[in-house]
């Protein structure tokens, strides 16, 4: 874990070493003053402290440097994942998940298209999603950097991203639940990819009076198996597990000493259901009257084998083992934490599980061994209404440290410090999880979420940078009206104490947890090879054009153009067709130059691809309007990019 750490010295102290000359300067120092002097300029006129500068310096990227660490952060609202480097905390790419995005063509050809359809529900054309939970794929724990994962807590959705073109494969749900929050996160090998339901239902759709929630509601958990060959999660290879009508919240999936078991948050185990205007207690407060709610503890290497074993139902096409299998088969236990608790994370040996809670003032860690020998010797402190053994909390823990208020969420270094977000407060504590003793907090602006620290909930954390997810910006930047960016802020671990680094405001809805992973790791393609490929298959596409053979075709079901896309023109760039036929697009980059996209719109078609180096796609639409149609290419590709265009002529 500490491989990394001298790589970061040598420039730290190369940069230190100005900043000293900077500061000798000003001392009265040089007369051959030179840069250093400037600096001291730079410094009065722009107002900034020694940290200030310091930060600056740890934090400056100059052109051509690339960062240290990717951030991959939920899109919130978006729909989408971001992609920032650290320290420059710039922002690097939007991968186009759930919503439409135009740059990169998405949901405007075919293929993509297909692809975000096949994430409709109910009827519906789902055109956005609340993402919240990225999971890099792990191999032994650790970051492979190979496929990430996220969960749409609005429509119960997960999405699987190749990190080898950083670009959406697959979106699959169930409609076993109507949406989630316990998710995405995944098992030491990225076996499983955990969903975790979140507001209860009944179970795969259809109505139910609310008055019957205690009986007719229920939670669940979806664990989706992932095909690490192919690529792709296997629905037909996942299952769930029934929960109480809690409101599970999230999840962590055990590792090392713990691998084999989730571990799975609820709050509202008053089963409260709101009706404030009738008569009962809003869901906020009736679900906050118990002192306790529930750590679900799930052995998902047993519940594998009775799924296998065939003791499950089919619900809405889900293998389902139901509530009573889990109690009968012990592969379900609970134990109480603290009020309304929001994060559990397992330490990176896996033998501990840090919960927090949004009303405790307290994080809580709980010993995996301590619960592994009480389940063995089904010594309960009582079931729950259902029937589900629970664990006594007092014989569960280790201990507790006082945080501050509202705890959230927990990452880890690898020097056996935790790291607590504290929203209330809005402050980042650092905590000795040695002797459990509160070290440090630094305070951040403002309301920070959740928190990540490099590789910060991996067996391996690196340390060295935190950043906090805060919910409210407030003050920090230029005014754009009521509605604000949120703030993340890049905080430096390597000093006695910490550092805040850099603000980066994020202005395309609210990231809920994100996860850092060294940048070495990450091995992305430049261009699709062989050319005409289809990203969406990582084949090549069986209409892929090569040089040569392009041309215009009437075939049964309608007109074929193969076209082929290079600096600086398309070819054929003249599309002759008549009205009402139906036209199939197929259009190839077939350049291999790093960086050599080109785009492709036809207005009044609504047709906008990006075709990146390599890469095959194919559009079919109605010519249901006759007219003169400019087609060009929309990525400044050359000096003749503006000639990089041609007509769709539409006779009537
Ligand atoms: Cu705390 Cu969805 Cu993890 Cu929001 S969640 S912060
Ligand atoms: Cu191709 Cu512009």
Redesign the pocket.
């Given at each position: 874990m500490r491989r990394t750490r001298l790589s970061v010295i040598i420039p730290t102290v190369a940069l230190a070493a100005i900043f000293v000359a900077a500061l000798a300067c000003r001392a009265g120092g040089g007369a051959s003053a030179g840069a250093s002097a400037g600096i001291q300029q730079l410094m009065q006129a722009r107002n900034l402290s020694e940290e200030n500068v310091t930060a600056a310096l740890k934090t400056y990227t100059p052109t051509g440097v690339k960062d240290e660490y990717y951030i991959f952060a939920s899109g919130g609202h978006s729909g989408q994942v971001l992609v920032i480097g650290v320290p420059s905390m710039r922002i690097l790419k939007v991968i186009a998940v759930f919503t439409p995005e135009p740059w990169q063509g998405y949901g405007y050809g075919d293929q993509t298209t297909e692809l975000l359809r096949s994430g409709d529900r109910d009827g519906m054309q789902l055109n956005w999603a609340d993402t919240?939970?990225p999971a890099l794929s792990e191999t032994g724990g650790d970051y492979d950097g190979q496929y990430l994962f996220i969960n749409d807590?609005a429509n119960a959705r997960v999405a699987v991203i190749s990190l080898h073109d950083f670009t959406t494969k697959q979106i699959v749900y169930s409609d076993l639940i109507r949406n989630d929050?316990g998710g995405t996160f995944v098992t030491p090998n990225t076996e499983y990819v955990i969903e975790g339901g979140q507001y209860p239902a009944p179970l795969g759709g259809g109505y139910e009076p609310i008055e019957s929630y205690q009986e007719k509601y229920r939670g669940a958990v979806i664990f989706w198996k992932f095909d690490r060959e192919k690529g792709r999660i296997v629905p037909e290879q996942s299952f769930a597990m029934e929960l109480p009508p809690y409101m599970q919240d999230?999840s962590d999936a055990g590792k090392l000493a713990s691998d084999g078991w989730a571990f799975i948050n609820s709050f509202n185990t008053e089963m409260s259901y709101g009706g404030n205007a009738e008569g009962n207690p809003p869901l906020e407060s009736g679900a906050s009257q118990n002192d306790m709610d529930y750590l679900h503890i799930i052995n998902w290497r047993k519940a594998e084998e009775l799924v296998a074993a065939g003791k499950f139902e089919t619900i809405a096409g889900t293998r389902v083992i139901r509530l009573q299998t889990a109690i009968d088969e012990g592969i379900l236990h609970l134990v109480g934490e603290p009020k309304s608790p929001?994060?559990v994370d397992v330490t990176p040996d896996g033998t501990e599980m840090v919960v927090s809670g949004k009303l405790d003032t307290h994080a809580t860690v709980y010993s995996f061994e301590k619960i592994k020998a009480l389940i063995e010797q089904k010594k309960y402190a009582g079931m729950d209404g259902f029937g589900v053994p629970i664990l006594p909390f007092e014989e569960t823990i280790r201990g507790q440290v006082e945080i501050g208020l509202g705890p959230?969420?927990t990452q880890f270094d690898g020097d056996g410090n935790a790291y607590t977000s504290v929203f209330i407060e809005s402050a980042a504590a650092k905590w000795s999880l040695k002797d459990l003793q509160l070290i440090e907090k630094i305070p951040v602006h403002y309301n920070i979420?959740?928190i990540l620290a490099a590789e910060g909930d991996t067996v391996n954390p690196d340390g060295r940078y935190l950043v906090a997810m805060n919910k409210w910006a407030l003050d920090r930047f230029a005014d754009v009206g009521p509605l604000l960016p949120q703030n993340f802020q890049l905080i430096d671990l390597t000093g006695e104490k910490m550092q805040l680094l850099a603000d980066l405001p994020i202005p395309i809805g609210e990231p809920?947890?994100a996860q850092m992973i060294k940048a070495d790791k990450i091995k992305p393609i430049t261009a699709y090879t062989p050319v005409g490929i289809n990203p969406n298959t990582d084949q090549e596409d069986p209409f892929k054009v090569v040089g040569g053979e392009e041309g215009i075709e009437r075939k049964a079901d309608g007109v074929h153009v193969k076209m082929t896309a290079v600096r600086s023109h398309f070819t054929p760039d003249t599309i002759r067709v008549k009205k009402g036929d139906t036209v199939h697009l197929h259009i190839t980059n077939v350049e291999q130059a790093h960086d050599a996209t080109h785009g492709f719109a036809i207005a009044s078609y609504n047709i906008n691809l990006s075709l990146e180096p390599g890469e095959h796609a194919n559009v079919t639409f109605k010519a249901d309007k006759a007219g003169v149609f400019p087609l060009y290419c929309t990525e400044f590709c050359s000096a003749l990019h503006l000639e990089m265009a041609g007509y769709l002529l539409v006779e009537p």
């Amino acid at each position: 874990m500490r491989r990394t750490r001298l790589s970061v010295i040598i420039p730290t102290v190369a940069l230190a070493a100005i900043f000293v000359a900077a500061l000798a300067c000003r001392a009265g120092g040089g007369a051959s003053a030179g840069a250093s002097a400037g600096i001291q300029q730079l410094m009065q006129a722009r107002n900034l402290s020694e940290e200030n500068v310091t930060a600056a310096l740890k934090t400056y990227t100059p052109t051509g440097v690339k960062d240290e660490y990717y951030i991959f952060a939920s899109g919130g609202h978006s729909g989408q994942v971001l992609v920032i480097g650290v320290p420059s905390m710039r922002i690097l790419k939007v991968i186009a998940v759930f919503t439409p995005e135009p740059w990169q063509g998405y949901g405007y050809g075919d293929q993509t298209t297909e692809l975000l359809r096949s994430g409709d529900r109910d009827g519906m054309q789902l055109n956005w999603a609340d993402t919240h939970h990225p999971a890099l794929s792990e191999t032994g724990g650790d970051y492979d950097g190979q496929y990430l994962f996220i969960n749409d807590k609005a429509n119960a959705r997960v999405a699987v991203i190749s990190l080898h073109d950083f670009t959406t494969k697959q979106i699959v749900y169930s409609d076993l639940i109507r949406n989630d929050h316990g998710g995405t996160f995944v098992t030491p090998n990225t076996e499983y990819v955990i969903e975790g339901g979140q507001y209860p239902a009944p179970l795969g759709g259809g109505y139910e009076p609310i008055e019957s929630y205690q009986e007719k509601y229920r939670g669940a958990v979806i664990f989706w198996k992932f095909d690490r060959e192919k690529g792709r999660i296997v629905p037909e290879q996942s299952f769930a597990m029934e929960l109480p009508p809690y409101m599970q919240d999230l999840s962590d999936a055990g590792k090392l000493a713990s691998d084999g078991w989730a571990f799975i948050n609820s709050f509202n185990t008053e089963m409260s259901y709101g009706g404030n205007a009738e008569g009962n207690p809003p869901l906020e407060s009736g679900a906050s009257q118990n002192d306790m709610d529930y750590l679900h503890i799930i052995n998902w290497r047993k519940a594998e084998e009775l799924v296998a074993a065939g003791k499950f139902e089919t619900i809405a096409g889900t293998r389902v083992i139901r509530l009573q299998t889990a109690i009968d088969e012990g592969i379900l236990h609970l134990v109480g934490e603290p009020k309304s608790p929001h994060g559990v994370d397992v330490t990176p040996d896996g033998t501990e599980m840090v919960v927090s809670g949004k009303l405790d003032t307290h994080a809580t860690v709980y010993s995996f061994e301590k619960i592994k020998a009480l389940i063995e010797q089904k010594k309960y402190a009582g079931m729950d209404g259902f029937g589900v053994p629970i664990l006594p909390f007092e014989e569960t823990i280790r201990g507790q440290v006082e945080i501050g208020l509202g705890p959230l969420h927990t990452q880890f270094d690898g020097d056996g410090n935790a790291y607590t977000s504290v929203f209330i407060e809005s402050a980042a504590a650092k905590w000795s999880l040695k002797d459990l003793q509160l070290i440090e907090k630094i305070p951040v602006h403002y309301n920070i979420g959740h928190i990540l620290a490099a590789e910060g909930d991996t067996v391996n954390p690196d340390g060295r940078y935190l950043v906090a997810m805060n919910k409210w910006a407030l003050d920090r930047f230029a005014d754009v009206g009521p509605l604000l960016p949120q703030n993340f802020q890049l905080i430096d671990l390597t000093g006695e104490k910490m550092q805040l680094l850099a603000d980066l405001p994020i202005p395309i809805g609210e990231p809920h947890y994100a996860q850092m992973i060294k940048a070495d790791k990450i091995k992305p393609i430049t261009a699709y090879t062989p050319v005409g490929i289809n990203p969406n298959t990582d084949q090549e596409d069986p209409f892929k054009v090569v040089g040569g053979e392009e041309g215009i075709e009437r075939k049964a079901d309608g007109v074929h153009v193969k076209m082929t896309a290079v600096r600086s023109h398309f070819t054929p760039d003249t599309i002759r067709v008549k009205k009402g036929d139906t036209v199939h697009l197929h259009i190839t980059n077939v350049e291999q130059a790093h960086d050599a996209t080109h785009g492709f719109a036809i207005a009044s078609y609504n047709i906008n691809l990006s075709l990146e180096p390599g890469e095959h796609a194919n559009v079919t639409f109605k010519a249901d309007k006759a007219g003169v149609f400019p087609l060009y290419c929309t990525e400044f590709c050359s000096a003749l990019h503006l000639e990089m265009a041609g007509y769709l002529l539409v006779e009537p």
